[in-house]
């Protein structure tokens, strides 16, 4: 097996799109939600797992994610990868109540994001934390983040304490997104307690199913809410394929349009740009983290563009480095490819 290299010997450089990391506040303030009486169930199936079950994976992922240094560049040496995009991990921000000490791990990530984005320039970007809880400040700490510390786009850990980005209360957030022309990534997060049930009885509640249903659903409501129409210049982004919405198309337009037309529903109105798939077309990018799979990595080309679909790891979630040189191995011309691994990504998240 031959171990890929970083420098772009092969007509691309890597970037991965979807690359997570922690920070001391972070994990603080996780451990005092999980020992909380009243802890959301998704909340603690998952950070439960990462931060306290004795196994090899989960003790890997707890020491990586805490490494923005010399451990990190090591990884990516060793899977060829030239640059990682950085956000804060999943669910950040997103699943703590008290609304201060949410602003603060936001603040304080994104400070200490850009530091090691100041150490290794060209290895490290970043995205945008914020506590969408309070969307002013949140709007607020966007545009220190993106126009003082050089973030390329702003990471929401999906549903925030069980409401979505279509919720009038999140305007802010969205327009500070438009206004300053960096996309929104919207990461999966464990459902909500209104829907985890079935699912974390099975033990599907997170990345192995939970994740993209719960994920393309939040993904949809942008859509159908005509929220998008409210923020047309808005961009998007979602991994792991498209949370299976790309698979979907055909029948979430068909059935989209119907429902639209016979009026069903108060809260599904004719859309200014058509159909779901429009939408997917012109608003969305999508990336393969956790999905290095050539024949869904193509299907995502076909279905939207091959300009909207990019790389990502979800390191160090899932970093295997046969997925890189599975990667590399596509039948696929290497402009395309080098759109996938390289160029989208530059251009989507601002990186000189
Ligand atoms: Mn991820």
Redesign the pocket.
Known sequence: MTIPKTGGEQGYLRIAT???FATPELIDAFRDELASPDVDPGFFSLIGYYLDHPAERPRFIAKALNDLGEGRIADMDARGIDRQIL?L??PATNVLRDVDRATMVAETANDRLADAMRQYPDRFSGMAACAPQDAKRAAKEIERAVTRLGMGAVIINSHILGEYLDNPKFSEVLEAAEALDVPIYI??NTPPPAMIGPMLEAGLDG?IFGFGVETGMHALRMITSGTLDRFPRLQIVI??MGEALPFWLYRLDFMHQAGVRSGRYEVMKPLKKGTVSDYLRSHFHITC??MAWEPAIKFTQQAIGEDRVLY?M?YP??CPVEEVIALDAMDMPLETKRKFFQTNAEKLFHIR
Do not use: I, L, V
């Open positions: 979807e690359e997570a956000a991990t999943a990461h999966p990345a991994g792991h983290s956790g990502a979800d979630y899932q």
